[in-house]
């Protein structure tokens, strides 16, 4: 009899954890939510610069080789503000449209998950703008950091050609 209680209170005590970390899972989910929509005008002014600063200023100094390095870490940061911007979006995109049980099922998905739920969501209800609109941030995003890969290794190589000339 001292078995089975002692094995009731361990289950029930098991649930009741179980319980608690979907609150807390909640809770966390509603405040990343909350805290985008404060910081969703911040992030996007910030990114509307970033792609300026790409366009006009980083993609030339990328040609140069004194200035590849500089370039290139300019491009890789600016991809993390693209892509922040990206996260957000896909974020409240998917909580406003399908809810917090997407949400937590695109979180599941090592946090990344909110941005194809956000794609889909507006696919399916036909946001057209929506859709576009994450699609540009998502080539943004890895289009920068893949450049910025690009430039970088390309600066690397030469500096290890002008040290090895140097020898």
Sequence with gaps: MKDALK??????LGICCLMG?????????????????KLLPLVTMI???AFWACLLILVPLAVFHPTQGFA???LFIASRIFGLLLWMTGLLLTY????????LIGLCFFGVGV????????????????????ILLLCA???????????????EERMIR???ADS
């Design 7 to 12: 094995s009731i209170g361990v289950f029930a």
């Design 21 to 37: 970390f979907i609150v807390l899972a909640l809770l966390f989910i509603r405040g990343g939510v909350w805290l985008s929509e």
């Design 47 to 49: 990114s509307a610069y």
């Design 72 to 74: 290139g870490i300019g």
């Design 96 to 103: 406003t449209i399908w809810g917090m049980t997407a949400v």
């Design 115 to 134: 941005v194809p739920m956000a794609l889909l969501a507006t696919l399916f209800n036909a946001l057209w703008p929506a859709s576009f609109g994450i």
């Design 141 to 155: 995003t890895f289009g920068s950091r893949f450049m910025a890969a690009y430039v970088l290794s390309k600066y």
């Design 162 to 164: 002008a040290g090895s």
